[in-house]
């Protein structure tokens, strides 16, 4: 006999996808009142990262159905 604790391993249920956010970055209106091009900018830097998250996302879910 073995005693174990019911929390001791967490159980995630698996719903893909049904809620991601994710954060890339931060803009102050102070800092892209004048500059839309800044704006322009980061979305462009931050592209291969949001593409790099989407197919991560997207083999975990594929890996996950059974």
């Known amino acids: 006999m073995s005693y174990r604790e019911e929390t001791e391993h967490a159980h995630i249920e698996q ?7 994710i954060e890339v970055g931060h ?3 102070y800092e892209i009142a ?6 322009v900018r980061e979305f462009r ?12 996302g997207v ?7 059974g």
């Open 27 to 29: 803009f102050s209106l």
């Open 15 to 21: 719903v893909p996808l049904s809620h991601l956010s």
């Open 45 to 56: 830097r931050i592209v291969p990262l949001v593409e790099a998250f989407i197919a991560a």
């Open 34 to 39: 004048d500059d839309m091009d800044q704006v």
């Open 59 to 65: 083999r975990g879910s594929v890996r996950g159905r």
